[in-house]
């Protein structure tokens, strides 16, 4: 009976129990799905999404392959990049908040123009715990130099990226050395006389490609609190469309407004030549003031003071006389008393600045006496000379 028992027991197979999967393997199975490409680093994982496309598409009215020959051909000082193509990355983040130590990016994202096609790659924070794994990866794939074109990403999205770069540091490569392309400067030099905002919703509104059924951006962060919570990577769909979107967005956008600053035959010659003037290129502002057809006063002061400044005073005698404004009769007075040392002249000039100073309605009353009083001196100080 003995030996029958012991028989059984050594004839009795063990029984397999299958597997389970883990919550992080569930997960990743459903990023894999999505097309996702799971990364992984020092027991942390992201996720990198990429899509290609070829250079002749279409976005937004321009191929992506004209981004290439922009750069390359710009002479526009904004918008010089002084490196290969595929090392100008036109980049967008999603954020958890706006501002604070305690807002972190969940998603990175940039659009790079390779040799035959343009690479759009993404990169998502799928726990809040995994930044170094997430950074290790993004910073690994992008370089040590690069060149950013962003929207508001010079003062938002990079500052972002260096605060959180500083909690993962120790355990990652350092950031590489950057240069910056904000398109929103260049949207706001050019477009902000005909806009209200000049969001790139709006501005994209306004040259006909407005978009719809598109995630608001301000809803990103709930939906990736939710995804955090719920590991349901179809929660953050519409969040990776949207920021999708936003980066081939940029690269026409860059396109097109670099574009509208080296092309003479569009309308935003006073917008260029102000900017030009700003920039310190006076040539070339002179050069754009000299091509305006019905100038603002502003563009005209601009231009005559440019004149003067480069020693061309007397091409800008007849524009400082054209505007009609306190500003312009005082360059005129100085000018004939010391250059043409015509004191009456400087004295006539002087009275008219008075006279139109008297007739502003619009001013402070303080403004309006501090001018008249410094006015008043100069003729006084004129009269004395003339006697």
Not at 116 to 133: C, D, G, K, R, W
Not at 303 to 314: D, F, P, V, Y
Not at 353 to 364: F, G, N, Y
């Amino acid at each position: 009976m003995k030996a029958k028992l012991s028989r059984l027991i050594k004839t009795k197979e063990p029984v397999e129990r299958p597997r389970v999967a883990s919550p992080d393997e569930v997960e990743q199975q459903k990023w894999t799905e999505q097309g996702g490409e799971i990364l992984t680093f020092e027991g942390e994982w992201c996720v990198r999404i990429r899509n290609t496309y070829p250079l002749d598409e279409i976005y937004h009215d321009y191929a992506f392959g004209d981004a290439r020959q922009m750069m390359q051909k710009t002479n526009h000082p904004f918008f010089a990049v002084d490196l290969k193509p595929d090392q100008v990355l036109f980049m967008d983040t999603e954020t958890t908040g706006l501002r604070g130590s305690g807002t972190s990016i969940f998603l990175i994202g940039f659009a790079r123009i390779r040799a035959e096609q343009l690479e759009m790659i993404q990169y998502v924070l799928p726990h809040p715990a995994f930044e170094t794994a997430f950074y290790y990866h993004f910073l690994q794939d992008i370089g040590d130099e690069v060149r950013f074109v962003t929207y508001n990403g010079k003062s938002f999205d990079w500052p972002q990226i260096k605060t959180r770069h500083t909690f993962v540091k120790s355990r990652v490569k350092a950031l590489p050395t950057v240069g910056h392309v904000d398109l929103l400067h260049a949207a706001r030099r050019l477009l902000k006389p005909r806009l209200e905002s000049v969001s790139l919703k709006a501005v994209e509104t306004y040259f006909g490609h407005g978009r719809t059924d598109d995630l608001p951006g301000f809803l990103a962060p709930m939906h990736y609190f939710q995804y955090v919570k719920e590991r349901n990577p179809e929660i953050l769909m519409p969040v990776l469309e949207h920021h999708h979107a936003d980066c081939l967005s940029l690269v026409s956008l860059y396109t097109r407004l670099s574009q509208l600053v080296m092309t003479p035959e569009t309308d935003f010659g006073e917008e260029r030549a102000h900017w030009l003037h700003d920039l310190g290129e006076q040539e070339q502002a002179l050069k754009e003031f000299e091509q305006l057809s019905d100038p603002s006063k502003r563009a005209v002061m601009r231009q005559a003071l440019l004149l003067k400044r480069t020693g061309r005073m007397e091409q800008a005698i007849p524009l400082f006389e054209s505007l009609h404004t306190i500003e312009g009769y005082v360059e005129l007075a100085k000018y004939a008393e010391h250059k043409q040392k015509d004191v009456a002249l400087a004295i006539d000039y002087t009275e008219r600045a008075i006279e139109l100073l008297e007739q502003k309605r619009t001013v402070l009353r303080q403004t309006v006496n501090r001018e008249k009083a410094e006015l008043e001196h100069r003729l006084a100080r004129l009269e004395r000379k003339r006697s």
